[in-house]
């Protein structure tokens, strides 16, 4: 019969907590690691643009988080397109529906403007066209999710 060495399950116990040990940094590290921003919109026509936060629609639908919109893709900055963006809580396609009190801002022209807003869901984003069609540019559309 043979004896048991001791040294073995020691050895075992070190490996079975170097696990337990790595599993538990693994779920700390995914659980609070921050969000990863992803690009949800490369927007270069002429003609406006919508989506739903959350929300029900047939179009593009992202998740509720924060939003950066910006300007990209300009060589004459003087030609630069511009962007009004709105954000409602009712799906609309009358632009005549949209009030000041939805306005954001506007995005892009000569300045190169910005827009960072939190959305919730629930929420319609409104991109409306501002310019001629001989200017250039797109709007990005970034998205942190919360």
């Known amino acids: 019969m043979e004896k048991e060495n001791p040294a ?13 040990l790595l599993a538990g940094v693994m779920i700390i590290y995914f659980e609070l690691r921050p969000p990863q921003t992803e690009h949800v919109v490369m927007w270069s026509s ?13 179009g593009d639908n992202f998740g509720a988080g924060d939003y950066y919109f910006y300007q990209d893709n300009v060589t004459a900055p003087g030609k630069a397109k511009a962007w009004g963006i709105y954000v409602s809580e009712k799906l609309s396609n009358d632009e005549s529906e949209l009030s000041d009190m939805q306005y954001i801002g506007v995005v892009g022209t000569a300045e190169n403007k910005e827009v960072n807003i939190n959305i ?22 970034e998205l942190t999710p919360q």
């Open 120 to 141: 919730p869901k629930g929420k319609y984003v409104y991109v409306k066209h501002r310019g001629g069609k001989d200017f250039e540019g797109s709007l990005e559309i």
């Open 8 to 20: 073995d399950w020691k050895k075992l116990g070190y490996c079975l907590l170097f696990a337990i």
């Open 46 to 58: 002429d003609s406006d643009y919508q989506f739903a936060v959350d929300a029900p629609y047939d």
